[in-house]
C-alpha cells in the first residue's frame, strides 16, 4: 500500500476511534474497543473501504503506535488521545526525572500562565525524548520544546502513566513544572 493510502487510512481510523464513532455509526465499548469486521462495514457503508491486510499494515507501520489490536486481532482501538469517554487503563509508572512537550510557539504564553492542560482529552501527552516531542509541536505551528520536571511533580503527588505506544500522561502539568528550552 503506498503512503498515500496509508495515511488517508490512519487519519480517518484517528477520527473514528479517537473523537466521532458516530461519523460511520458506531459507538466504542467502555475501554474503546470496536470489532474489526463492524468496523470495517461501516467505514464500507461511508465510502472508506480497507481490507484486514491494510489495517494490520496501518497498524504495524503507524510510527506514533496509535491503534492496538486485542490478544485475539477481533478488535482495535486507539492506544490514547481520545476527546470521547473511554475507560483505557493505563499503567502507573514512575517516569524519567525530565520529560518533554511540544508545542506551537503561539501557545507558550498561555502554557507558562496555566499550566499544560488536558483540552479536550483525558490526559496531558508527553514524551520521553526531544525529537518526538519536536516532531508533536511542528503540527501546529513553530515548534517549541517545553521541559517538564516530573521529578518536582512526583514529590507533590502528580500521577503518571504510560500507554501502551509509549506516550507518557498526566492531568496537568502546572507552570512551575516546565522550563523553555
Not at 488517508?8 to 474489526?36: C, M, Q, Y
Not at 472508506?48 to 510510527?63: G, H, P, R, W, Y
Not at 475507560?87 to 498561555?110: D, Q
Request: proline share 3%; hydrophobic share 40%.
Amino acid at each position: 500500500m503506498d503512503e498515500k493510502r496509508k495515511t488517508k487510512i490512519s487519519k480517518f481510523l484517528s477520527l473514528v476511534l479517537r473523537h466521532a464513532p458516530e461519523t460511520v455509526g458506531l459507538s466504542l465499548d467502555e475501554n474503546g474497543w470496536l470489532k474489526i469486521e463492524d468496523l470495517r462495514k461501516a467505514c464500507a457503508a461511508h465510502g472508506k473501504s480497507f481490507t484486514v491486510a491494510e489495517l494490520e499494515e496501518v497498524v504495524a507501520a503507524n510510527d506514533k503506535k496509535r491503534f492496538a489490536f486485542d490478544e485475539t486481532k477481533t478488535k482495535i482501538r486507539a492506544s490514547q488521545g481520545h476527546s470521547i469517554n473511554v475507560e483505557i487503563e493505563f499503567e502507573r509508572k514512575t517516569p524519567p526525572e525530565i520529560l518533554y512537550h511540544g508545542t506551537a510557539e503561539r501557545n507558550v504564553g498561555v502554557i507558562f500562565s496555566s499550566g499544560l492542560q488536558k483540552m479536550k482529552r483525558h490526559h496531558v501527552h508527553l514524551s520521553a525524548d526531544t525529537e518526538t516531542a519536536r516532531r508533536v509541536g511542528a503540527r501546529y505551528g513553530k515548534p517549541v520544546l517545553l521541559e517538564v520536571n516530573t521529578k518536582a511533580m512526583l514529590a507533590e503527588n502528580h500521577e503518571f502513566f504510560v500507554s501502551a505506544n509509549g506516550v507518557w500522561l498526566t492531568d496537568e502539568v502546572p507552570p512551575r513544572f516546565l522550563k523553555l528550552l
